[in-house]
């Protein structure tokens, strides 16, 4: 957990985090797009390999989405 301002802004700066307060449900699920595609273009990888890594990504894009239907 990240504790202080100082804190918080070194975890944005590592992970390359933009915080903002005009964020909409559509902009996060973007970003969550957006961020498994550049783990698959990240990686060399066999068919078997991102196949299994496709299942994983519908199981926390599910997860996302459900969390974001709930509001």
């Known amino acids: ?3 202080g301002e100082q804190a918080l802004s070194d975890y944005d700066d590592y992970f390359g ?3 903002s307060t ?3 449900i559509d902009d996060y699920w ?3 797009v957006e961020k ?3 783990v698959h273009r990240g ?4 068919a078997d390999t991102r196949a299994t890594l496709m299942r994983g ?3 926390v894009l599910a997860v996302i989405s459900e969390l ?3 509001d």
Do not use: G, K, P, Y
Request: no cysteine; net charge negative; glycine share 0%.
């Open 36 to 38: 498994l595609a550049i």
């Open 43 to 46: 990686f060399a990888m066999d």
């Open 68 to 70: 974001l239907s709930d």
């Open 22 to 24: 005009e964020m909409t």
């Open 57 to 59: 990504d519908a199981v």
């Open 17 to 19: 985090v933009s915080r």
């Open 1 to 3: 957990m990240v504790h």
């Open 30 to 32: 973007t970003q969550a």
